[in-house]
């Protein structure tokens, strides 16, 4: 991410970003980005409206133009009624929305985001993701780093797993689902003292891939109501079940498996 956005040197193979050499070409190709770092760099000194204001000159752009994308900003990051608030007693999605204002002042092709709605609360992620979608149908670039796949699927055409810096797979979210996963999950609990057991009986049914967790087990399949039924026909009762489709998390923990990585 640093080397895409111009800070730091490649270090192998080549990179070029808008057509140009981010070490000859540093300064004209970030003059095209928008950063949204993964920690808010917010001047809490300032207001609202004075974050936009001082970012606008980094860019060396007219205070009549600053002011006018200004305005236009705060109302597309539904921050106009707060724009003469201090920064500090802001909420977090509100910090997060006005760092992503301050990102679009001027006007980037490319907006690179790292983790963007990381420490939101729901209703916070979906506004940014609300926001960041109409970015994309503006056909601004977003490139971003998230660890929650649900904002990947919501987000992103083209993702690229990473694991150990290395790239794992990637494709469209529906390509890596069909090439890693299953159409569905189904989800099973039982009691702790019967889970051994439960688990050698559905063995037995092959499913397509089973993984035990410490309070559940999950198992792939095309139908999963159909293997459902199959499980129950070997007397095996689980405490609760859940069918449900195959998600990018699914196809994560496929790719990177389940052991912490710090």
């Not at 109409?134 to 797993?161: N, P």
């Not at 990473?162 to 189904?186: C, F, N, Q």
């Not at 967790?213 to 199959?230: G, I, K, M, P, Q």
Request: glycine fraction near 6%; hydrophobic fraction near 40%; include cysteine.
């Amino acid at each position: 991410m640093r080397m895409l956005g111009c800070v730091s040197p490649p270090t192998s193979g080549d990179l070029t970003i808008l057509g140009g050499d981010p070490v000859r070409d540093g300064a004209a190709i970030r003059a095209r980005l928008g950063v949204v770092p993964q920690e808010d760099t917010l001047d809490n000194e300032l207001t609202v409206r004075e974050n936009l204001l001082v970012y606008g000159r980094y860019f060396g752009l007219p205070r009549r133009l600053i002011n006018q994308r200004t305005d236009a900003l705060l109302d597309f990051v539904q921050l106009s009624e707060r724009a003469g608030d201090q920064v500090d007693p802001l909420s977090g999605g509100m910090k997060r929305r006005l760092t992503i204002a301050r990102s679009l002042i001027n006007e980037p092709d490319i907006l690179i985001l790292d983790e963007p709605t990381t420490g939101l609360d729901p209703q916070a992620r979906h506004v940014v993701w609300d926001r960041l979608f109409r970015l994309k149908q503006r056909g601004v670039t977003l490139i971003l780093t998230t660890h929650y796949m649900d904002e990947a699927e919501q987000l992103c055409d083209r993702l690229v797993v990473m694991d150990h810096g290395k790239i794992a797979a990637e494709g469209t979210p529906r390509e890596l689902i069909a090439a890693y996963s299953t159409p569905e999950v189904l989800e099973l609990r039982f009691a702790p003292e019967q889970q051994d057991a439960a688990v050698e009986k559905i063995k037995d049914l092959s499913p397509e891939r089973i993984e035990v967790t410490a309070d559940r087990v999950l198992l792939y399949a095309a139908d999963s109501e159909e293997f459902l039924a199959r499980v129950r026909q070997t007397g095996v009762t689980p405490l609760t079940e859940l069918s449900r489709r195959s998600t990018l998390e699914d196809v994560f923990l496929q790719l990177t498996g389940r052991t912490l990585i710090e």
